[in-house]
T-cell receptor
């Protein structure tokens, strides 16, 4: 069955620290990958997406992610976090060559930033 | 930028009552979805809808749930007889579904459903 795994449930960092959140997926074919952020009490916001092409994807707010096909991974990175990055981060995946198929979400990683 | 809009933002309903959640997808999109997020948990797929019929549904989407596109703009999720465990945030999404467009699904702000 298709699945997305996020191994870090809660990450606590100080401001200016570097961030890497892990994400692994299990899909056999063409995969599309996403990172969403959910600030406390708010809706989902797309941080970045990968459909094809350059495996290093840059998103909003200084985030980037790298698609490593051989490792089935799509880790999220940011070189220097800010207090405002405190949120829940969801890795997600879908299959195929369009956005038509359902999105499967990981269980989320809660990021807490100490000021 | 066009948005997916959902109403109401918060719905409070007595257990056993019917509830209808409403969504207006982006106008040129052809694929529509409902997802839900129980408090503190991950977002789960419920159902996808294309060409006026369900294209895929999860095991969560049982006979108590139904979806409809009653006119050219709205997309609704109905829960016939609500249960306490239906309390969640419900997200509507839409996509153009075009091959190689590299456009993601667009999500609405969600409807928080509280069952008393």
């Amino acid at each position: 069955a298709q699945s997305v795994s996020q191994h870090n449930h809660h990450v606590i960092l100080s401001e200016a620290a570097s961030l890497e959140l892990g994400c692994n997926y299990s899909y056999g074919g063409t995969v599309n990958l996403f990172w969403y952020v959910q600030y406390p009490g708010q809706h989902l916001q797309l941080l970045l997406k990968y459909f094809s092409g350059d495996p290093l994807v840059k998103g909003i707010k200084g985030f980037e992610a790298e698609f490593i096909k051989s490792k089935f991974s799509f880790n999220l990175r940011k070189p220097s976090v800010q207090w405002s990055d405190t949120a829940e981060y969801f890795c997600a995946a879908s299959t195929g060559y369009s956005s038509a198929s359902k999105i499967i979400f990981g269980s989320g990683t809660r990021l807490s930033i100490r000021p | 930028e066009p948005e997916v809009t959902q109403t109401p933002s918060h719905q409070v309903t007595q257990m056993g009552q019917e509830v209808i959640l409403r969504c207006v997808p982006i106008s040129n999109h052809l694929y529509f979805y409902w997802y839900r997020q129980i408090l503190g948990q991950k977002v789960e797929f419920l159902v996808s809808f294309y060409n006026n019929e369900i294209s895929e549904k999860s095991e969560i989407f049982d006979d108590q749930f139904s979806v409809e596109r009653p006119d050219g703009s709205n997309f609704t999720l109905k829960i016939r007889s609500t249960k306490l465990e239906d309390s969640a945030m419900y997200f509507c999404a839409s996509s153009d579904g075009q091959l190689y467009s590299n456009q993601p699904q667009h999500f609405g702000d969600g409807t928080r459903l509280s069952i008393l």
